[in-house]
């Protein structure tokens, strides 16, 4: 069983920067793909950025704003985003599948409210 364990999310004013984690209980390396997703209340579960590989693939609402990053030595995956509006209040999932045909893991969420 694969864990994934958000961390990072909080209060953060329209215009501020956060900076997400998602720690693995295995290599990240070892993922086929891995990413974030979120959701806002009332909507449906959005696609934000994803790693495969050395391809990085964004979500059209991120804007150029946000950058997904590996970080080997600590073993997560990082979600830097800037230029927060109120619009990207949501809970932030961590995802990760280890192969193409895999229903994939999913961590627990962390909340990011953007508010003056």
């Known amino acids: 069983q694969v864990q994934l364990v958000e961390s990072g999310g909080g209060l953060v004013q329209p215009g501020g920067s956060l900076t997400l984690s998602c720690a693995a209980s295995r290599s990240i390396a070892s993922f086929y793909d891995v990413g974030w997703y979120r959701q806002a209340p009332g909507e449906q579960r959005e696609f934000v950025a994803k790693?495969?590989?050395?391809?990085?693939e964004y979500g059209g609402s991120t804007g150029g704003r946000f950058e997904i990053s590996r970080d080997i030595a600590k073993n997560t995956v990082d979600l830097q985003m800037s230029n927060l509006s109120p619009d990207d209040t949501a809970v932030y999932y961590c995802?990760?599948?280890?192969?193409?045909?895999?229903?994939?893991?999913w961590g627990q969420g962390t909340q990011v409210t953007v508010s003056s």
């Open positions: 995802y990760g599948r280890i192969s193409p045909d895999s229903s994939g893991y």
């Open positions: 790693l495969r590989g050395g391809t990085m």
